[in-house]
């Protein structure tokens, strides 16, 4: 069975600072991977996401992640952050399984990033 | 585009009672999803149809139903509402092919059941 780790509840970090924010999965069949941001009181938005090729992904609002298959992570980064980046943010799994739990996606916890001025 | 739609958008119930949330969307997707989302749980769910005429439970299927009316709408129902279905419930879709799997999530049902 599909399952997403986030690693930290709880992220605080100083505008204009890099962040990281991890995410560990497992699965058993090939995975597609995303990450959503929910601000306050909304509903989730993608942030970014990767389905094959280059491990490297870039998504909005200057975010990225990079696909680690040996270590089965997808961590999120940002080089500046700045205060209206803080929010809630979720990793996601999904099968690339068509023939078993199609449409199955499953989320992580959560990090909530706090970024101070 | 309205996208994914739900009704309502808060709702308070006694302990007993029931209701459907309702959900459509309006871009042609084939897959739905019901999660709730619960402090420090993140979001876990509950039921989802991959196409239209099927459902399957996902994690936290008691104490709800699901109908998967057309492919446009996806209900959730809770037949007797327990203090512990207190939560916020999202529905999503996703086209769910080979090229894009990226779900589209609604605003949100705040529920308080007392």
């Known amino acids: 069975a599909q399952s997403v780790t986030q690693l930290d509840s709880q992220v605080p970090v100083f505008e204009e600072a890099p962040v990281e924010l991890r995410c560990n999965y497992s699965?058993?069949?090939?995975?597609?991977l995303f990450w959503y941001v929910q601000y306050p009181n909304q509903g989730l938005q993608l942030l970014l996401k990767?389905?094959?090729?280059?491990?490297l992904v870039k998504g909005i609002n200057g975010f990225e992640a990079e696909f680690n298959k040996s270590q089965t992570s997808f961590h999120l980064r940002k080089p500046s952050v700045h205060i209206s980046d803080t929010a809630e943010y979720f990793c996601?799994?999904?099968?690339?399984?068509?023939?078993?739990?199609?449409?199955?996606?499953?989320f992580g916890k959560g990090t909530k990033l706090s970024v101070k001025p | 585009n309205a996208g994914v739609t739900q009704t309502p958008k808060f709702q308070v119930l006694k302990t007993g009672q029931s209701m459907t949330l309702q959900c459509a969307q309006d871009?042609?997707?084939?897959?739905m999803y019901w999660y709730r989302q619960d402090p420090g749980m993140g979001l876990r769910l509950i039921y989802y149809s991959a196409s239209e005429g099927t459902t399957d439970k996902g994690e936290v299927p008691n104490g709800y139903n699901v109908s998967r009316l057309n492919k446009r709408e996806f209900s959730l129902r809770l037949e007797s509402a327990a203090p512990s279905q207190t939560s916020v419930y999202f529905c999503?879709?996703?086209?769910?092919?080979?090229?894009?799997?990226?779900?589209?999530f609604g605003q949100g049902t705040r529920l308080t059941v007392v």
């Open positions: 699965s058993s069949v090939s995975v597609y």
């Open positions: 996601a799994v999904s099968d690339r399984d068509y023939g078993g739990s199609q449409g199955n996606l499953i």
């Open positions: 990767y389905l094959s090729g280059s491990t």
């Open positions: 871009m042609n997707h084939n897959s």
């Open positions: 999503a879709s996703s086209k769910w092919d080979r090229r894009n799997t990226e779900a589209f």
